[in-house]
């Protein structure tokens, strides 16, 4: 108990000490862009009341669950193709190097001038952000499941569909879920430089329009709902994470 | 009846240095007969063939020529009258022990309540019931391979093949998983090839044992192991007759000597992509 209380308090300290300086510091130095947390908080409180944040908030996670959905969907398979034969993954490793090195907001306006403003472009740049991410963790944990166990089942006559989807994926999937992790936090950075260049929804949006007409509280409001969201994806796939590998985590419990 | 090998030649082609193609002869002549219900091992110096001649019995290497019949039939790849154990046990991590022994059945198609029925059999065989739940991370050396026996006996092949089962355990575990695997052993009626190292464990445990010799590997010549069953731990090991086996094969090894270095692993990959 002693112990826990101790943790609580080292991971809370530096946060509560940010937020209380947030709050304090703006009150004797007056400065328009800087405003309190209290003034940044009540502009929340109201725009929660009138449920315009939860409008953008949902339109944004929808772009950003729909990019990565789409994005997982199509890489997974094809990573596991890729992992499981080398020689084609050969022959296009440099392409996704160079792909994977550009910026994705570089390519925005090639999407725009494609795919028009809607939503489609938007979905369309977050499921590109996302593709190489996973398709190369894909790739990579495929190469990496021990050759043992692949011979061991190969030694039961295991058909080549079944050594796939019940030894080389689950073998592979810690890089996998890191890989998704990744994508995941890259599908809200993607998604608000998106929204930020031509949308009328989301919290990009939200955030730029609120810059451009100086209602700066209401800016640090969208801002401070980005940040809590992005810690609350990353907590949700870290529970995921356990579920998932929780034969990796029994060593010391059971044996202990 | 049993395994039948005569004149079996492996030839391997190794990619060097500079990308230049090697051709290594890994196995020649070899020629060996395993009874039914017989404990054969292998023993050889490393490097000799010994693990790559048990992956070609188990299907996962292929021959370059000879002949290889299991009751008259020659193998054509892997199957299930032929079950293989590997020194690094090769569970699978993601799965408990339940569910690792029910691994080949679930492949086969045995019903889910079968399916366990049969497991929990096997898993009671050896010993470790209480761990039925538990994923293999959490046991002990000794305690994966005695799972991945019952794995291997859960579909019932004819023929265990091990390759160097109990390397990577302690003095004292080997020497209780030498006694369990006496005891699956008379229990099962399985027919037993056994690659090891250790001369010790070779005339422990084996009805016969075939010496191999390296460059390109042979079987340089074949043991009768004419010691009485059950063998006794701690006593059967101090009889003159036991030491009197033990240094004849040792002089054997003694005269052949030398080994081929091929890889085991390069092997296995490269008839992964025939």
Known sequence: MKGLIGSIYRRSIVIVAVLLAWTIVPLFIKHMFMPSLIDVLSALVKMLETGEM??????????????????????????VLLGWYPKIEAYLNPLFTALRNTSILALLPLFVLFLGVGEISKVAVIVFGCFFPMLLSTIDGVKNVDPVLIQSARSMGISPFGLLSKVVVPAAMGFIISGFRLVCSISLLVLVGAEMLGAKSGLGFLIYRYEQSFQVP??????????????????????????????????????? | MGILVKDLELNYRSRGRRNKLHDFQALKDVGLEVHDGEFLSL????????????????????????????????????????????????LFPWRTVQKNVEFCLEIKGVRREERSVIAARFIDLVGLRAFSHAYPNALSGGMKQRIAIARALAYDPKILLM????????????EFLHEEVLR????????????????????????????????????????????????????????PEFAAIRLKVWNILQEAGGSSGLKLEELIEDSAGL
């Not at chain 2, 996962?60 to 154990?85: A, F, H, Q, S, Y």
């Not at chain 2, 390759?163 to 080997?174: I, K, L, N």
């Not at chain 2, 074949?222 to 006794?232: A, G, N, Q």
């Open chain 1, 218 to 256: 209401k800016m640090y409001a969208g801002i401070l709902v980005m940040i809590v969201l992005g810690i609350l994806v990353n907590w949700l796939i870290g529970k995921l994470e356990r579920r998932l590998t929780i034969w990796q985590s029994v060593t010391d419990k059971e044996t202990a």
């Open chain 2, 43 to 90: 023993v050889g110096p490393s490097g000799c063939g010994k693990s790559t001649f048990l992956f070609l019995l188990a299907g996962l290497i292929r021959k370059t020529n000879g002949c290889v019949e299991i009751d008259g039939e020659p193998i054509d790849g892997p199957g299930l009258d032929r079950g293989i154990l590997m020194q690094q046990y090769a």
């Open chain 2, 184 to 239: 699956i052993w008379k229990a099962t009626k399985k027919t037993i090839v056994f690659v090891t190292h250790s001369i010790d464990e070779a005339v422990y445990l084996s009805d016969r044992i075939a010496v191999m010799s390296g460059s390109p590997g042979q079987v340089k010549e074949v043991i009768d192991v004419d010691l009485p069953r059950p063998r006794l731990k701690g006593i059967t090991k101090s009889t």
């Open chain 2, 163 to 174: 390759d160097e089962p109990f390397a990577a355990v302690d003095e004292q575990t080997r």
């Open chain 1, 54 to 79: 939860a409008d953008h908030i949902l339109s944004s996670l929808a772009r950003a669950g729909a990019g990565v959905v789409i994005s997982v969907v199509l890489a997974l398979p094809l990573g």
